[in-house]
């Protein structure tokens, strides 16, 4: 039996929760194209009859602009001392960007330590031919236990990259049940499959304050239906009216569209109402980013 943990880290929107949710076979972490996204550590729990592989889900890695900015670039970075093996993914851009170059910098004191595999995503959108002298780029560093392309969105290599990691593995127990999928409880998923509808929907200057909070969820005795109440923060006044929209309409459309995720993920038809409430300048001050769950 292999078992052990394994963090997927990387510049924003470079692929790394379209990666989770395709190995996982299910939407667990939110994606979209806009950076932020993922705010959180998530642990995705990853079963197979020889192995179980915890994937740690982590925020992009970036200059912090904010108090939020500066727990998700900590939750990143101390999410690299607790695993076995740390996976950097990059895209298949024919140059090492700065922002790459600087996380390969920083890996260099793990070599030794930790195991560590690239993975260059979004071969799709290449051709072959362009990715032997990325690959030469990236080898030069003489980091990496195994260089992968792959392509989240279609699952290219994904099956070399899981035997990578048994290979690396070492043996050990089954850390979590044969039925989890993740640590996080059910009102997270609620709150993140809202926040990425929002994130879809709205404006530039607007999704990276949006918070989502789920109020409450419960399923009713009488029929199969789960009642959930979730609200949707900001950081402006002006925000409120741009999420609420013409007559309710986008608010309207970002409940319709959690609402059929949520009922996909929880296999049961969903009651979801929706509030709308300011909390102005919520990432700067360091008590509602710990209100909020960011601690």
């Not at 500066?70 to 093996?85: I, T, W």
């Not at 279609?154 to 593995?169: C, F, M, P, S, V």
């Not at 996909?264 to 700067?284: H, Y």
């Amino acid at each position: 039996m292999k078992s052990g943990f394994v963090t997927i880290i990387g510049r924003p929107n470079v692929g790394k929760s379209t990666l989770l949710n395709r190995i996982m076979g299910e939407k667990l972490s939110i994606t979209s194209n806009k950076p932020q996204t993922t705010r959180n550590r998530i642990q995705l729990i990853y079963h197979e009859e020889d192995a179980q592989i915890i994937f740690l889900d982590t925020p992009g890695i970036q200059k912090p602009k904010n108090k939020l900015g500066n727990y998700m670039l900590g939750v990143s970075q101390d999410s690299l001392a607790e695993v076995d093996v740390i996976t950097l993914m990059v895209d298949s851009s024919s140059r090492i960007g700065p922002t790459d170059k600087e996380i390969l910098e920083s890996l260099k004191k793990y070599k030794g330590k930790t195991d560590l595999i690239l993975l260059i995503n979004k071969i799709d959108q290449v051709e072959k031919g362009s990715l032997l002298p990325l690959i030469d780029q990236y080898a030069k560093y003489n980091l990496f236990k195994e260089i992968i392309p792959i392509s989240a969105s279609t699952g290219d290599n994904l099956e070399e990259y899981l035997q990578a990691l048994k290979r690396i593995l070492p043996e050990g127990p089954k850390y979590f049940p044969d039925d989890y999928i993740t640590d996080q409880p059910e009102k997270f998923i609620v709150a993140e499959f809202i926040r990425e509808k929002a994130l879809y929907n709205l404006q530039e200057e607007v999704p990276h304050g949006v918070m989502v909070v789920c109020d409450s969820m419960k399923e009713r005795e009488d029929k199969d239906l789960l009642d959930i109440e979730a609200t949707i923060y900001v950081e402006r006044d002006s925000h409120k009216g741009i999420i609420i929209g013409k007559k309710g309409q986008m608010l309207k459309t970002i409940g319709s569209q959690s609402r059929q995720d949520l009922e996909r993920f929880f296999s049961i038809k969903v009651n979801l109402q929706i509030w709308v409430k300011v909390s102005k300048n919520w990432r700067e001050k360091q008590n509602m980013v710990e209100r909020f769950g960011y601690q």
